[in-house]
Every structure is written in structure tokens, then in C-alpha cells.
Nanobody, 123 residues
Framework: QVQLVESGGGLVQAGDSLRLSCTAS????????MGWFRQAPGKEREFVAR????????YYGDSMKGRVTISRDNAKNTVYLQIYSLKPEDTAVYFC????????????????WGQGTQVTVSS
């Protein structure tokens, strides 16, 4: 089992930046890829970014490309999502997820999920 705990969400204003963190524990060696998703009320869970634990290769979804940076700190078992120029439409619960797949960009590819952290952007 892998346990994931997100943090860093909150209420921010449009144009602000925010850094989300996701710390993994448990059988972390079984995970090759970490991903970030978001889900707004009434909408499907949406892919934001993924990163490989070993190679650090990052890939971004179209929804936030150019405004987010995913990174990881292997020593801390932590993955970060830096978000810039936040917009009200970025308001959502942001989830991190882990998978043994080397390449995963849809929710069904991920085995483990955190509880999510709420990001609310006011205009």
C-alpha cells in the first residue's frame, strides 16, 4: 500500500501562485509515476501533470500547461505542483496519485490516491 497526503491548498486571489505538496509513505518503491489531477464540482477528474520518480520526466495536460510545474524530491518522497497565475476556473480539489505504470495520464491508470486538497481562487 502507498499512502498519499496532499497539502498546500487554500483560498487565494486571482493571479496568485500556490505550491501543492504530496508526500508518499508505505510501499513507495512500487510506484514509478506520480500524478496530479483536479476535480471541480460537477466535472470529471482532470489530468494536470505527471512525473517519473526515477527519471524526473514531466508531462503536462493541456488544461494548465504553461502555468504549472511538477517536481519531486526523492529524499523526501514528496511531489510538488507549483501553480502560477491562478484563475477562478482553477477552483477545484487537487489530488495526487501514484501508479506502478511508467506512463499514466488518466485516473484509471492510478492505483493510489490522496484525499485531495481544496484550492479556491477568488476573482
Amino acid at each position: 500500500q502507498v499512502q498519499l497526503v496532499e497539502s498546500g491548498g487554500g483560498l487565494v486571489q486571482a493571479g496568485d501562485s500556490l505550491r501543492l505538496s504530496c508526500t508518499a509513505s508505505g510501499r513507495t518503491f512500487s510506484s514509478n509515476t506520480m500524478g496530479w489531477f483536479r476535480q471541480a464540482p460537477g466535472k470529471e477528474r482532470e489530468f494536470v501533470a505527471r512525473i517519473g520518480w526515477s527519471d524526473g520526466y514531466a508531462y503536462y495536460g493541456d488544461s494548465m500547461k504553461g502555468r504549472v510545474t511538477i517536481s519531486r524530491d526523492n529524499a523526501k518522497n514528496t511531489v510538488y505542483l507549483q501553480i502560477y497565475s491562478l484563475k477562478p476556473e482553477d477552483t477545484a480539489v487537487y489530488f495526487c496519485a501514484a501508479t506502478s505504470w511508467a506512463w499514466a495520464v488518466v485516473p484509471s491508470h492510478y492505483n493510489y490516491w490522496g484525499q485531495g486538497t481544496q484550492v479556491t481562487v477568488s476573482s
